[in-house]
């Protein structure tokens, strides 16, 4: 059989397999993180992140961001410490090809989370996260902003508490430190149940 007719043949099957190659690549380093974010990505214990969903470019700069240091996690940091760009990249995207299980919001919550969602607080210079996060809380994977839908409202509130006192610091130019800085504890409290039901 002709060389050029074998290549015509074979190269297309090797293609049509690398992303299922790519697939059970990231499957596999994703197993030592079962024991915490589940094995979809979707975690049981409301204070560690459901990773379903999220983009994968984000993942990755966490991950990049706990292996630095600039990032601080008594669990996350050690884990990320021999993790290689390609695992990042795996890992990242695996995740990111998950479904994720979204929750519901408090109802006594859900009008003051909204409103600071959708509207922000004029009075005290607190934008609306959708401007950033989009209307069903998506996310920007081109601006780095993350996906924030189906989070655990604990998870989110911890790390906008975070912003707020300084103790995490992996926002571009601030931007999160001084949004979170100028919200109530009670409006970060509202946001992010808010945000684990929306859809």
Request: aromatic letters at 6%; hydrophobic letters at 40%.
């Amino acid at each position: 059989m002709h060389r050029s007719f074998l290549a015509w043949i074979i190269l297309p099957a090797l293609a049509v397999n690398l992303p299922a190659a790519k697939a059970q690549g990231g499957r596999e380093k994703a197993a030592v993180c079962a024991a915490c974010h589940g094995a979809d990505g979707n975690s049981a214990n409301a204070e560690w992140p459901k990773l379903a969903a999220q983009h994968a470019s984000y993942i990755r700069s966490q991950l990049a961001a706990f292996k630095s240091g600039s990032r601080q996690n008594a669990l996350m940091s050690p884990m990320a410490t021999g993790l290689s760009d390609e695992d990042m990249n795996l890992l990242g995207e695996f995740f990111a090809s998950q479904k994720i299980q979204l929750g519901t919001a408090k109802k006594e919550l859900l009008g003051a989370g909204q409103k600071i969602y959708r509207g922000g607080n004029a009075a005290t210079g607190v934008p609306a996260c959708m401007a950033c996060h989009g209307p069903r809380g998506s996310g920007n994977p081109a601006a780095a902003y993350p996906a924030l839908h189906g989070q655990h409202a604990v998870y989110t509130a911890n790390q906008l508490k975070a912003y707020k006192n300084g103790d995490r610091t992996t926002d571009a130019n601030s931007v999160m430190r001084t949004i979170a800085g100028r919200m109530s504890s009670a409006e970060i409290e509202a946001v992010a149940s808010y945000l684990e039901g929306l859809h």
